[in-house]
């Protein structure tokens, strides 16, 4: 009985292990400048999202969006040449003082798609 106990035990730690191992190899969200729930005293020039994996620039992308709706005057979204990981927006104007959320879309390298969202606020 205990060597049947002892089977299941070990058969459970490696499914946990192996859908751990699935799980994290899709691209999340890693770190973002602004960071999520910051609170900037000056606007930002870009967004920057880092994720887990290089990401496909093509079906990847960011939104930014605030109290009035989605914000004019930001770029498309393009990959980082020097970080295959990193999603980034440029913003040709500053933005008002008020919240806003980056709304995320990644796909990366395995072509799963993952999305998200943070939100950050300036203030003057």
Partial sequence: MK???AVFALGAVVCSALAAGEASAHAHLKS???APDAILSAPPQEVRIEFGEAVEPRMSGIELVGANGPVAGVSKAYVDPAAP???VVKLSQ????GAYEARWRCVGKD???MRG???FEVRP
């Fill in 94 to 97: 500053p933005l008002p003082a």
């Fill in 32 to 34: 973002a400048i602004p």
């Fill in 85 to 87: 990981e990193t999603l």
């Fill in 117 to 119: 969202s943070y939100h």
């Fill in 111 to 113: 072509s799963h798609v």
């Fill in 3 to 5: 060597f049947k106990g």
